[in-house]
């Protein structure tokens, strides 16, 4: 069976049952008594480990079946959840995540694990119990198991042994500020070379040779000299940090003559599974079917009789991107046809015209949706990182997410990830206080991180709302004052809401000490200027000692926009709906001069009025000749400008075009778009235009 073209749905299982593992991991952690939940975890490790099997990864094969063993005594109640059981089970899944990530990359799913096996053995044998230097030793001498020899290999071991030699089995780890690992790792081959015969390492010479290995390797070593000389030799070397050397008799060597019988054996179980399954159903993605169901059931009867097959299928991303780019297509030339219908003014092109738009309208929310993925593929990531990040801080957290079913444009998902991670982490290191300073304060030990999101006409809300020591305007302005940012003249007339925009000036940080956490000024202006890309835009409030939010508001779609077109002379521009506020018209006496600016009366307040002719250089139109000149109010969050237009041409759906790295970076240009007669109109950037 060839296996590589099933590749890219054994990774989209794979991270499926690595998501599931994490957050009923989680659940446990939360209550460690409910036995339901370790059945799931233990149901998704041995599905794991049977694919992985299947495909070849042996390494994730290999440590799955640690994991089932150790849980397997928890659904049993042999053993009971404990913090250090489940840090070794969160350290296993995050090597799995690892191994995944490098068989997305092309690697081959490879990884020295050895220290996470010798902990996951220490827990079934109960001897992590004991104290801290005899559990190391017997953990070193329980992981000689874990290296699996050949026949000829092991063959050689034991004629060794009949033969008067000593065999040994040795750990060298070199340290952690070690720069040439590599050549550390051939003066130690070369030292024990000189003393005897190395039969086997792990990892591989050829992988050690390449710096593939973390800080450790192990191998198999025949030799006459005796445990103490050789020892010395090895750390003779400069830069070796330790070297464990472990005395290989007959009876230890017994058990390297059955390597992994159980994993070789689930590969083929599940691989006669897996291939009836795909010889039946190749396009087919079933739900992970319970333990006592038949892997091949690719269908369920009804009461009735009749088999129900699955209503979900995978789609290749580049498909739909491609069904989008067509789409995108069609829509332009639905608007040429309706304009050539208007021209021509026959009935019956009229009607099938009329027609075409709605067909063509449905069809486009279709694939919109097509593309609509819910915000759950992000949020289903934090709770682990909350809870590792509020560990290493010593801090509770517990994290609520609401809304996770809200949709969101898969471009715009898979862009906002990193910057709600910045914002979490923001929230747990710099909102939330201590243990000592909440309960001082009169608040629960547990700090509250709200993860919200929610559709509001054409846009969607992602809230972080905090219950911490919030915002203090003095600090931030202090701060602010100190790196140049603003003046002591204009700090005095900031609001609270503008001092709080200043967090995300580049470079500004409040924390006094620079951790792996945050402190180096490089989060939050990453996060706006993201965010900003994405056609949205965030702001925070927060009230000192109760709390802060960073509210987010991000576009439903980047592929489609509903924009008002604009003329300009001779030029056409498009500005998009959802940053409009309501056009008008102003007389030319309206308009007054505030130190060189040019502003405007609009509704019981002064805004700027910008020129787009001036700003885009337009060659055959000039407002400062119209006595009547319309404008375009348009905002960014509380903020507000008038755009000058020469002419309404009216609201379009318009399909974003980028223009390319050739014209990239244009000042308040996010694109273009073609009209249905064929022009190209330029897509103006209202967030650029406000500052």
Known sequence: ?????????????????????????????????????????????????????????????????????????????????????????????????????????????????????????????????????????????????GIEVDEFQYSILQQSIDSGFLVFYVEVTVNDNCVLKAARAYMVFDALERMGEIVKATPSVQEIEQEKFDRSFSLYFISKVDQGTLEKEILNVSEIHSAVIITVDTESLAELSRPRTEVEAARQEIAAAVAAVIATAPVVATETAPKAEPAAAVAKPTAGGAPVASRTIRVDIERLD????????????????????????????????????????????????????????????????????????????????????????????????????????????????????????????????????????????????????????????????????????????????????????????????????????????????????????VQVDSKPGLGSKFSVQLPLTLSIISAMLVRLGSEKYAIPLSSIVETSAIQKQQIRNIHGNKMVDYRNSVIPLVSLSTLFNVPDFNEDLEEETEIVVVRKGDKQVALMVDEFIGQQEIVLKTLGKYLSGLFAISGATILGDGQVALIIDPNALIK
């Open 322 to 537: 491609a069904l989008m780019n067509l789409f995108s297509e069609l829509l332009i030339d639905r608007v040429r046809l309706e304009q050539l219908a208007s021209e021509v003014k026959r009935n019956d092109l009229t009607e099938t015209v009329e027609h075409m738009s709605r067909v063509s309208s449905d069809l486009q929310n279709i694939v919109l949706k097509l593309r609509m993925v819910p915000v759950d593929s992000v949020f289903n990531r934090f709770p682990r990182m909350i809870r590792d990040l509020a560990k290493s801080l010593d801090k509770k957290v517990d994290l609520v997410i609401t809304g996770a079913e809200t949709e969101l444009d898969r471009t715009v998902i898979d862009e906002i990830g990193d910057p709600l991670v910045h914002l979490l982490r923001n929230a747990v290191d710099h909102g939330i206080e201590s243990i000592s300073d909440r309960l001082a304060a009169g608040k629960s030990e547990h700090g509250t991180i709200q993860l919200r999101a929610f559709h509001s006409g054409n846009h969607v809300f992602i809230e972080i709302e905090e219950d911490g020591k919030g915002i203090y305007r003095d600090k931030v302005l202090k701060t602010a004052l100190k790196n140049g940012l603003v003046t002591a003249e204009q700090a005095a007339k900031l609001s609270d809401m503008e001092v709080y925009n200043l967090l995300f000036a580049s470079g500004f940080s409040t924390a006094e000490k620079i951790s792996d956490i945050s402190g180096r000024g490089v989060g939050l202006d990453v996060v706006k200027t993201k965010i900003q890309m994405l056609g949205g835009h």
């Open 1 to 145: 069976m060839e296996l590589s073209q099933y590749l890219s749905m054994f990774i989209d299982e794979s991270k499926e049952h690595l998501q599931s593992l994490n957050e009923n991991l989680l659940s446990l952690e939360s209550s460690p008594q409910d036995i339901s939940i370790v059945h799931n975890i233990f149901r998704s490790a041995h599905t794991l480990k049977g694919m992985s099997a299947t495909m070849g990864f042996e390494d994730i094969a290999a440590l799955t079946h640690e994991m089932e063993n150790v849980l397997d005594l928890v659904r049993n109640s042999k053993i009971e959840m404990n913090p250090f059981i489940f840090d070794c089970i969160f350290k296993s899944l995050d090597s799995l995540e690892s191994m995944v990530e490098d068989i997305i990359q092309g690697g081959t799913g490879k990884a020295d694990v050895s220290p996470i096996v010798v902990s996951l053995r220490s827990i079934v044998t109960g001897e992590y119990k004991t104290e801290q230097a005899p559990v190391a030793a017997t953990a070193v001498k329980e992981q000689t198991k």
